[in-house]
T-cell receptor, first 113, second 113 residues
């Protein structure tokens, strides 16, 4: 069983379209994240949810809207896609406590044409 | 603020050793180390917490100098499987953002036979 799974793995779309990425974790973790990795491999946090509550919201355009229906799921919806949104989006989860190692999903590669 | 990693790239032969450094300008609560192979998700290697607590793999070692806000990852007797990009991630001490990791720019490690 995959611990953190994302769908879809690949998205190719036109500028201006809307797309969603779904994430599910079966580790029983309380906290989930969205990270963006650009073409230079820079890994940057976008959002974090703890028990369905938004706790981290970095400087991300409001075209990006995360939603956590329950603590095992975290989705990312992106409106009006732009060329600069092309990247790999990683979902991750971590357990509570002092030692909060991240478990990453396989990533969703978004290409905006 | 993004931690700074050095060197940017390392090329080794099997059996050689390497050290990767991570430096922050902020007081840190924890330092994480992850390895990412091409086309894959980052994988947890080690976490070092303020106060000396650690968790990680038996064959990987790291240090955390709390006074200097620096961490080093030690890769000894390197194997071909060690190749990949190594990221440090830092969590600021006393921060209000629970579990917010800021990653360095990455160090590309290549091991040749």
């Amino acid at each position: 069983d995959t611990a953190v799974s994302q769908t879809p793995k690949y998205l190719v779309t036109q500028m201006g379209n809307d797309k969603s990425i779904k994430c599910e974790q079966n580790l029983g973790h309380d906290t989930m994240y969205w990270y963006k990795q650009d073409s230079k491999k820079f890994l940057k946090i976008m959002f974090s949810y703890n028990n369905k509550e938004l706790i981290i919201n970095e400087t991300v355009p409001n075209r990006f809207s995360p939603k956590s229906p329950d603590k095992a799921h975290l989705n990312l919806h992106i409106n009006s896609l732009e060329l600069g949104d092309s990247a790999v989006y990683f979902c991750a989860s971590s357990s509570p406590g002092r030692v909060r190692e991240l478990f990453f999903g396989e990533g969703s590669r978004l290409t905006v044409l | 603020q993004q931690p700074v990693q050095s060197p940017q790239a390392v090329i080794l032969r099997e059996g050689e050793d390497a050290v990767i450094n991570c430096s922050s300008s902020k007081a840190l609560y924890s330092v994480h180390w992850y390895r990412q192979k091409h086309g894959e998700a980052p994988v947890f290697l080690m976490i070092l917490l303020k106060g000396g607590e650690q968790k990680g793999h038996d064959k990987i070692s790291a240090s955390f100098n709390e006074k200097k806000q620096q961490s080093s990852l030690y890769l000894t007797a390197s194997q071909l499987s060690y190749s990949g990009t190594y990221f440090c991630g830092t969590e600021i001490a006393g921060g209000t953002s629970y579990g917010k990791l800021t990653f360095g720019q990455g160090t590309i490690l290549t091991v040749h036979p």
